[in-house]
């Protein structure tokens, strides 16, 4: 017999080879996208609310411009500019370059500069650590689990939701997987961190090949795996569906029970 097809409202089962198994109505791309969007920008509004909190209670600003200060102190007694852009400096004289090295040799040991530079670095590790798990664990966790289905603002404003492979709703840790281990960690803060490491040469070409292998392995699984899993759908056996007209289970035991009911009538119908 050819593979029958229940409608049951928008949600759908089939069968193949006998067994009833869910028929995935994956979400189009385009949502995807839109939603993902929509997210960015609240996760980015969250993230700089927290940054600048942050920063008034920790001093950040008070220890940049005590920073500014030492810097500005050599560069009076040395009559020269830090902030010389690359040209302007080949364009100094020889007598002029090293006075700029002996200035800057002085500066970088300077006892008090180091402490405060490395206090800035550390503290700039820790305030953005903070503000994007902060923010993580409020739109891309707490949101999910109050509005269910896994639907942050993003995907309820775009009308789709994440389950289970397997169909199944998703659970608070599976939740807490796909959203902190994989988003937060591995998406996100991963490759800030690179980029932090990178811009205070803290790291060079190998963290640059890490960053891209990072965005390579995304795009590849986003074109590569059936359901155009991302990297943290991969991670927590997630998809994302068109919330409209994919049945999503409370568990599988309830989803057992659909597949019994939709068979029992289904046998009554080809008795009829």
């Known amino acids: 017999m050819a593979n029958y097809v229940r409608l049951w409202g928008c949600h759908r089962m089939l069968t193949v080879g006998g067994d009833w198994v869910h028929d995935i109505q994956k979400a189009s791309m385009w949502k995807r996208v839109s939603a993902a969007l929509c997210d960015l ?50 364009a100094l004289s020889e007598s002029e ?11 970088s040991k300077d006892a ?11 503290l700039t590790f820790v305030m953005i650590t903070l503000s994007v798990l902060v923010a993580f664990l409020l739109l891309e966790l707490l949101v999910p689990l109050l509005l269910r289905n896994g639907q942050t603002l993003g995907k309820k404003v775009f009308g789709i939701a994440v ?19 994989g988003k937060y960690t591995v998406e996100t803060m ?13 790291i060079g070409f190998p963290g640059t090949v890490l960053l891209f292998g990072l965005l390579l392995a995304q795009l590849i699984f986003l074109g590569s795996t059936r359901n155009r899993l991302a ?11 068109d919330y409209a007209s994919q049945m999503i289970f409370d568990s599988p035991e309830a989803m057992l029970a659909y597949k019994q009911r939709l068979h029992a009538e289904r046998t009554e119908a080809e008795r009829d």
């Open 41 to 90: 920008i609240a996760l980015g509004i969250v993230i700089v609310g927290l940054l600048l909190l942050l920063s008034s209670v920790l001093g950040y600003d008070g220890h940049a411009a005590r920073l500014e200060e030492i810097s500005e102190s050599y560069e009076a007694e040395y009559n020269v500019d830090f902030d010389i852009a690359e040209a302007d400096y080949q």
């Open 97 to 107: 370059k090293a006075l700029y090295k002996q200035a800057m040799d002085a500066f």
């Open 112 to 122: 008090d500069a180091n402490y405060v530079y490395n206090l800035l670095v550390n």
């Open 163 to 181: 389950m289970r492979e397997d169909g199944v709703r998703l659970t608070p840790m599976l939740l807490f997987t796909r959203a902190i281990l």
């Open 190 to 202: 991963i490759p800030v961190l690179l980029v932090l490491m990178i811009y205070w040469n803290m």
């Open 231 to 241: 990297l943290h759908d991969k991670l927590a056996h997630t998809v994302v569906v």
